[in-house]
């Protein structure tokens, strides 16, 4: 199959595979976190990671084929690369290019994944691993900044349609602070050196970018809205990209108090992350009222299977892994408890459909490619 073909079939959102599995990775940690570790939540972690892994590594070289086929890089020419057609090159607009940002956010959501579930696995200090686990997250933190102001650039460089914009741009504020959480996160493991300085002050810098272009997107979505209506039916799984966003941002305030708690000489009464974690908690039931709302007249006139179902993951292992979050705070409540649990289902029951819809898609493409260059 040549590269044309294969960019045909490939969509760069299929990496939300990898996403999706690292986040049910972490959703099964913080489950075993909040109650008991025990056989089920340790094969989880290890089913899940290995899937987060696998897809990561099996979606990247066809990734950058796809990447390298526009024969650019977001208007920045590629060496050695033949003139891309116009399909290609609507690849370009900022909203449509946005998708792009699947690489950068599943590899930073793999690198979460695995600070936490590795040493829960295998017995290993996660103290120990943050030297090494610095130095990865710094080459993760460069290529999301890299992809990220160059998607930008184009948002502002290229004239876009106020129509055109809709969901699926969180997942460039997601990508943001999915990077972030780890700064913070080995900041707190490593104490006073150079390099806890560098990776809070750079986990900073990514959640605030994250959390401007999240209001940006907003702004936009909501003008979108009230002039055009909802949008294309194809995007519309993407409207729940707004549930993961908020639960990363939650566990960045939350990790980043317990940074000032430990290292600022600051008492934080218990009563604020549990506020905080209650408030996202209620945020997140009003995204997925509105997520609810779009998607049942979608589906109301069945609309045909697409990458962008990946999307369908992501809210689920969101409200899972925020409910046990919600759980530890509030003291025990059993009904965040009895949410964890039925979202992380819920989650696993998603990705296993969406996963054999997408072998069955790749599948019937590549038939139908064959039969078309056979009879060509």
Known sequence: MNAKTQSAIYHPLFYLSSLGAGGTTVAFWKLGDVTTQNTLTHAGQAIFLFLATFMFLVNLPLWLKALRSQGSFFGIPLPASSRPSKELRDEHNPVVSTGWMAMPV???????????SIPELFGISAKAMAPAGFWIWLVTYVIVFVLGFQILLNTFATPTRLKEFHFGLFLQPLTYGMVAVPGVSMANMMGDSGMAQTALLLGLAAFIVGAFIALLALVFIFLRFSTYGLPDPKVAPTTLLLMPSITVYTIFVLRLLHYIGHHGGVKIPHLIPELIALSAIGLMGAAATLGIIILAGYFKGKVAFGPSWWSFVCPFVALSVLSSIT??????????LISSVAALTVAISAYSYVGIKTLRTIRYRRQQKYLASVTA
């Open 106 to 116: 599943s590899l930073a959501m793999l690198l979460n994944a695995a600070f936490v």
């Open 327 to 336: 759980y530890e705070f509030t003291g025990g409540t059993t009904l965040f």
